[in-house]
């Protein structure tokens, strides 16, 4: 078995972006098997709730509409689920008890929007595709997001907490510390990646970001290349989980740039993970995160720091959750 302290010397002699072929079987230390379907059209995405944003998704692209369309109307759904805690205005708040969003949407051709630290707007992930179509900008963010959201007809909503969330956050402020939990607290996003018939790609990423978090804290899921990549040559990428850690490696971009230098999408989420782990070596028993991609073929894969990651698939062949290969096994 592969202890943690062998796992850091392969990670070290595994850390540049060119690995051997060779080095590379012979070092893959993932549980679990890869993932390769090449199949078109294909969505994938983050956590349990990607089960009924991959079903939207499928229906707008069943009815004609574009695969940019798809990632959007997707992920609104998870926006719009009042009983979803990461996601949207009925998430928790941060450590002042306001909820604060962030969201961004990209498409193959490298056109991209988002916005980050937005107040009242029910669906950033359409305020992002917003910026991106009719703005010259690519992100805005806090007061000037939300007014950009009011003058495109985006109404203001109430800013009263969900009283699930309000009551989780009465209990928080009891004691006041922050310590994420690990799959719960870290469970922050919806990321989803898709390609169509006719190898379209496009992405999308929205949350309510990390529960209790400083007041104007902004995670990866709005950052191009930490939270969402796509590029049409090699292939799109999303992440979840600390943000911070994925910033450090700038997550998403870095999957899609090893499957531009020929890795598959299972390898380059394998590399990523093995990155980010030597990144942040020194905090990596408090950090869970997890990364999906896919490229133009329909290959995909799937990689997370520890179990506990799962993601939605959606095929011609149905709509169904997969645990993700991970590092560190449960002991």
Known sequence: MTTRKDFFKLGLLGSTLLIPDAFKKATRLFPGPGFSVREKPLILSTWNHGIAANARAWEVL?????ILDAVEQGVRVTENDETNRSVGLAGHPDRDGIVTLDASIMKGNGDCGSVAFVRRIK????????VMENTPHIMLAGEGAQQFAVSE????EDEKLHPDAKNAYEKWLE????KPVINIENHDTIGMIGLDGDGNLAGSCTTSGLSYKMHGRVGDSPIIGAGLY?????????????????IKICGSFLAVELMRQGRSPQEACDEVVRRLIEKNRGQIDDIQAGFIAMNTEGDYGAAAVRPGFNFARHTS????????????SER
């Open 153 to 156: 007809g985006m109404p203001l």
């Open 123 to 130: 669906h950033p992930i359409t305020l992002a595709r917003k």
């Open 62 to 66: 069943g009815s004609g509409g574009s």
């Open 317 to 328: 062949g149905g709509n169904e959750m997969v645990d993700s290969s991970n590092y560190f």
């Open 230 to 246: 796509v590029d049409q040559k090699s292939g799109a990428a999303t992440a979840t989980g600390m943000g911070e850690s994925i």
């Open 175 to 178: 004691e006041a510390e922050y």
